[in-house]
């Protein structure tokens, strides 16, 4: 499975970003999708993640409310709608491919290049 993730980029605090990662190769009948996040000098860390259905979502506290994860099956592509952008919202993310809804990294197979996020104050 390859993982492209598009639509980062620099904004100001309270903008809006919307992330868009398709996936492509070898897929699977179902499959959960998700993103993640990591800063300079942090820990990669669970943003959220939706089942195959889109009928379950999960959120990492920092971002509920303000960021909303979808999936279009048919294209294969898992967005990530950030709003109220924050500067602590700064960093690289990744889109995942796995089989769980689970917010620990070591549980997903699939991991894109991942897209910078940059929010200035």
């Known amino acids: 499975v390859q993982l492209q993730a598009s639509g980062g980029g620099l904004v100001q605090a309270g903008d809006s970003l919307r992330l868009s990662c398709a996936a492509s190769?070898?897929?699977?009948?179902?499959?959960?999708m998700g993103w993640f996040r990591q800063a300079p000098g942090k820990e990669r860390e669970f943003v959220a993640v939706?089942?195959?259905?889109?009928?379950?979502?999960n959120y990492a506290d920092s971002v509920k409310g303000r960021f909303t994860a979808s999936r279009d099956n048919d294209k294969k592509t898992v967005y990530l709608q950030m709003n109220s952008l924050k500067p602590e919202d700064t960093a690289i993310y990744y889109c995942?491919?796995?089989?769980?809804?689970?917010?620990?990294?070591?549980?997903?197979?699939?991991w894109g290049q991942g897209t910078q996020v940059t929010v200035s104050s």
């Open positions: 939706t089942s195959w259905s889109g009928d379950t979502t």
């Open positions: 190769g070898r897929t699977f009948s179902t499959y959960v």
């Open positions: 995942v491919v796995g089989f769980r809804l689970d917010t620990r990294p070591r549980s997903y197979a699939y």
